[in-house]
């Protein structure tokens, strides 16, 4: 009965391999997101999505993109992977972009 | 984007102590969030709070959005409530800035 779930939960791969995590809410929430945690635990925001609007953080590489094959799901695909692409990355969601609910996290080692 | 700072960076308190994070942000915002990441690394929302005051069992939140503050306070600490705490703000589309956070370790 997970509200909001990620696989893989851990992802160990090459640099310059291409790498995709998936995530799914079963919450009927209308926007999900994608954040990144670095090692010294700060978060950032990647994209925000509804079924309306993708929004992009500029900071963020375009080897990086969000995929929504229907409004439950939303995967990160990542292109040519960096040793700088390693931490943790989390899925959320919410309803009205009020109270967010986040995913267990995907822990991404680049080698 | 928005400026969010929260103090104090860490805290360590004794079970059963009281104590008040702060967090501050540069800018007018229409979305307030408190978040615990426990030891485990889940994020758990504690208060959607854009203006006013909650109460949630020992965790209170008030934000001051013309000050552009807000506070978390938690009474009676436990073991359990060690973690980190973060505030995030939105201003517009979704985009979500998060606070450097605060370390919290209750002890026995």
């Known amino acids: 009965d997970t509200a909001v779930s990620q696989t893989p939960k851990y992802l160990v791969t090459q640099m310059g391999n291409d790498k995709s995590i998936k995530c799914e809410q079963n919450?009927?929430?209308?926007?999900m997101y994608w954040y990144k945690q670095d090692s010294k635990k700060f978060l950032k925001i990647m994209f925000s999505?509804?079924?309306?609007?993708?929004?992009i953080n500029e900071t963020v590489p375009n080897r990086f993109s969000p995929k929504s094959p229907d409004k439950a799901h939303l995967n990160l695909h990542i292109n040519s992977l960096e040793l700088g692409d390693s931490a943790v990355y989390f899925c959320?969601?919410?309803?009205?972009?009020?109270?967010?609910?986040f995913g267990p996290g995907t822990r991404l080692l680049v080698l | 984007g928005i400026q969010v700072e929260q103090s104090p960076p860490d805290l360590i308190l004794q079970e059963g102590a009281n104590s008040t994070l702060r967090c501050n942000f540069s800018?007018?915002?229409?979305?307030l969030q408190w978040f615990h990441q426990n030891p485990w690394g889940q994020l758990i929302n504690l208060f959607y709070?854009?203006?006013g005051t909650k109460q949630n069992g020992r965790l209170s939140a008030t934000t001051v959005a013309t000050e552009r503050y807000s506070l978390l306070y938690i009474s009676s600490s436990q073991t359990t409530d060690s973690g980190v705490y973060f505030c995030?703000?939105?201003?517009?589309?979704?985009?979500?800035?998060f606070g450097t956070g605060t370390s919290l370790t209750v002890i026995p």
């Open positions: 800018d007018s915002v229409n979305n």
């Open positions: 709070i854009p203006s």
């Open positions: 959320a969601s919410s309803y009205r972009g009020e109270t967010q609910y």
């Open positions: 999505y509804n079924n309306k609007e993708l929004i």
């Open positions: 919450l009927g929430h209308d926007t």
């Open positions: 995030a703000v939105e201003r517009s589309g979704n985009q979500f800035y």
